[in-house]
């Protein structure tokens, strides 16, 4: 509220203040974050596009995947024609320099099929062996480039900064293997049939657990029967 005060006299009126709007960038490629566990030997992290105008092409453009080369190896690549959101498109895989994926799309005539300027269309997965998973650690996977982009509409090249193209790093996390949960008990071997006086026979209790491991319970209580009295009963584990 703003008040407005002349002399002895005042008055006042409201005003609405609006955040400023959020530009999302017209073209983003980013790597995963990705997560595997301790003893990993091997994590594979997709590439995506995620947004670019239906008018522009990528003319030769060149984005690369750094790696910390004391931690990883590069393994295998995976891209997918069929998933990428120029049509048609080549990628050309370029792992010559330790350390460096260095992926070119190039498309020298034909546009970008407005159906395909989706969200989160992959690229392709980069498989990297990991050289030494004993212990936790984070890895950040930088993105950079160079290249423009071409503007089929105004027949010049973009810098991709002044596009307002966004690259965004991806991670490798290595990480403590979740403790397994127990899922479920089951008894086996269990007596049913007793006479008033006789002593309750406990019998095998198998617990399982999220990964899939058994064992036998020894602590297992048992509780809701009465050999004093006579009848059909529910004995609760």
């Given at each position: 509220t703003v008040t407005v005060t002349f002399e002895d006299q005042t008055t006042t009126y409201d005003i609405t203040v609006a955040p400023k709007p959020v530009v999302e960038p017209d073209f983003i490629v980013k790597a995963d974050e990705v997560e595997v566990e301790v003893g990993a030997t091997t994590v594979d992290v997709p590439?995506?596009?995620t947004k670019m105008y239906a008018d522009k092409l990528i003319g030769g453009v060149t984005v690369e995947v750094n790696y910390d080369t004391d931690k990883f190896t590069f393994a295998e690549e995976d891209w997918t024609n069929g998933s990428m959101v120029v049509v048609p498109a080549d990628v050309i895989l370029n792992v010559m320099t330790p350390g460096l994926i260095r992926i070119m799309f190039t498309s020298a005539t034909d546009p970008i099929s407005a159906a395909m300027v989706a969200a989160d269309n992959v690229l392709g997965t980069v498989k990297l062996g990991?050289?030494?998973?004993?212990?936790?650690?984070e890895s950040v996977l930088n993105l950079?480039?160079?290249d423009d982009l071409y503007d089929?509409?105004?027949?010049?090249?973009?810098?991709?900064?002044?596009m307002g193209a966004s690259l965004k790093a991806g991670k490798v996390t290595v990480k403590e293997a979740a403790a397994p949960t127990l899922t479920g008990?089951?008894?086996s071997g269990a007596k049913t049939e007793y006479t008033v006086g006789d002593e309750f026979v406990a019998p095998t209790v198998t617990a399982t657990y999220s990964d899939g491991t058994t064992a036998t319970v020894e602590s297992a209580t048992f509780s809701g029967y009465d050999l004093s009295a006579e009848g059909t009963q529910t004995v609760t584990v």
């Open positions: 590439v995506r596009i990991i050289k030494d998973s004993s212990a936790p650690f950079t480039t160079n089929d509409m105004a027949n010049t090249l973009i810098a991709m900064d002044d008990i089951a008894v």
